[in-house]
T-cell receptor, first 115, second 113 residues
Framework: NAGVTQTPKFRILKIGQSMTLQCTQDMNHNYMYWYRQDPGMGLKLIYYSVGAGITDKGEVPNGYNVSRSTTEDFPLRLELAAPSQTSVYFC??????????????FGPGTRLLVL | KQEVTQIPAALSVPEGENLVLNCSFTDSAIYNLQWFRQDPGKGLTSLLLIQSSQREQTSGRLNASLDKSSGRSTLYIAASQPGDSATYLCAVRRLDNFNKFYFGSGTKLNVKP
């Protein structure tokens, strides 16, 4: 299993450009998450999905969009990049088992710089 | 709104020392609390998960405790090793929405040989 993979690893965007951050997991997990981590800070939840076709907002969704057409993929879309979106983006997945502890598996991250 | 705080922000200890990392949260209505390790340039690796009904969890040299009423958790690392050097983050899951996690900003640990 490759686990959770993210592409690209690093990207520089100009203000106003758009891009899609890709996330794929091969563990057949039903739950997937997007976080951002600013320097010296913890992670903040952007969006999450509980299954194909179902997404919901996290703590900081403004400026982002997501879709979940398959179990494996959960892309994050930035439509009009702004300097405030400079951050490291992490994708995670988990398999919710009722009554049991749930562990999130994280991808290696995408470092985004908006200039 | 849930606020999660980790103190200290950084910690440097000599190899072999036992140490404690602290995590506090403002809203005690949590479903569980999880400790993660983050290595530079990498994603997060789950270390221990404590359900709200539990008081502690142990894995090898790691022991995590939870006092929900006081909004505190500690991660105890015994006999620290240079390989333990990393940033340690705690995260709480809300009771009213299992899908929302709140992370602390982490404690950066350096274990000197």
């Amino acid at each position: 299993n490759a686990g959770v993979t993210q592409t690209p690893k690093f990207r520089i965007l100009k203000i106003g450009q758009s891009m899609t951050l890709q996330c794929t997991q091969d563990m057949n997990h039903n739950y997937m998450y997007w976080y951002r981590q600013d320097p010296g800070m913890g992670l903040k939840l952007i969006y999450y999905s509980v299954g194909a076709g179902i997404t919901d907002k996290g703590e900081v969704p403004n400026g982002y969009n997501v879709s979940r057409s398959t179990t494996e993929d959960f892309p994050l879309r930035l439509e009009l990049a702004a300097p405030s979106q400079t951050s490291v983006y992490f994708c995670a997945s988990s398999n919710r088992l009722a009554g049991l502890g749930e562990t999130q598996y994280f991808g290696p991250g995408t470092r985004l710089l908006v200039l | 709104k849930q606020e999660v705080t980790q103190i200290p922000a950084a910690l440097s200890v000599p190899e072999g020392e036992n140490l404690v990392l602290n995590c506090s949260f403002t809203d005690s209505a949590i479903y569980n609390l999880q400790w993660f390790r983050q290595d530079p340039g990498k994603g997060l690796t789950s270390l221990l998960l404590i359900q709200s009904s539990q008081r502690e969890q142990t894995s090898g040299r790691l022991n995590a405790s939870l006092d929900k009423s006081s909004g505190r958790s500690t991660l105890y690392i015994a006999a620290s090793q240079p390989g333990d050097s990393a940033t340690y983050l705690c995260a709480v899951r809300r009771l009213d929405n299992f899908n929302k996690f709140y992370f602390g900003s982490g404690t950066k640990l350096n274990v000197k040989p």
